[in-house]
């Protein structure tokens, strides 16, 4: 997932300086893109402005310095238009950025493609809890560092294992709602975390 459709994906909202971008990353975009510093917004509005997806306008402001406020191009739309429309492949990582970047930007603008890459992730962590869910945990140690607490490493690992197996079953119960809420649908096709058992 590249920083820039982020950005382009704000951008499509409504104008913003840089500095607006930097405060909405940092308070409500902080579950859709790891921390950007500011350098890094500048120069990425930089090189899309070179690139001619976004133009700026400066916007005096009394008191205080003038501030640019960019704004999407024509070209830009249609290259954040184009990256929506990508196929999407799932990461092994549960709740990667990409997904969330991505399903931030793409739901407003195009909601079948947003239907399709929530369940794409569905597919993908349903398949994964099939695999893994029940496989074998044992722990086999053969001439473990001395003072290791074995008893308490098998229960530490399958504490662990717990919190994931919770944490994957909320995610796939969180994709299927908003599959549900987003496609309109009054036939409900979820499977219950029931039915993904531990």
């Known amino acids: ?114 239907i399709g890459l929530l369940r794409t992730e569905l597919d993908y962590r349903r398949a994964q809890i099939a695999k893994n869910r029940h496989r074998d945990r044992t722990l086999h140690y053969e001439d473990p560092l001395p003072g290791l607490d074995q008893d308490l490493d098998r229960e530490v690992q399958e504490s662990l294992h717990l919190l994931g197996a919770r944490a994957m079953d909320t995610w796939v119960d969180w994709l299927e709602q908003t599959v549900h809420r987003l496609s309109g649908n009054r036939t409900d096709d979820r499977t219950t975390s029931e039915e993904s058992a531990r």
């Open 1 to 114: 997932m590249k920083f820039e459709y982020v950005l382009l994906g704000l951008l499509a909202r409504r104008p913003y300086s840089g500095y607006d971008l930097r405060k909405w990353l940092e308070t409500e975009g902080q579950f859709v893109w790891a921390k950007a510093h500011h350098s890094q917004i500048y120069r990425k509005l930089a090189q899309l402005e070179a690139e001619g997806l976004v133009r700026h306008e400066i916007d005096a402001r009394e008191g205080r310095p003038d501030a640019k406020v960019y704004r999407l191009t024509e070209s830009g739309h249609d290259a954040l238009m184009d990256w929506v429309r990508t196929p999407y492949e799932p990461s092994t990582r549960l709740q990667d950025i990409d997904f969330t970047a991505r399903f931030s930007v793409c739901a407003p603008l195009d909601r079948d493609t947003a």
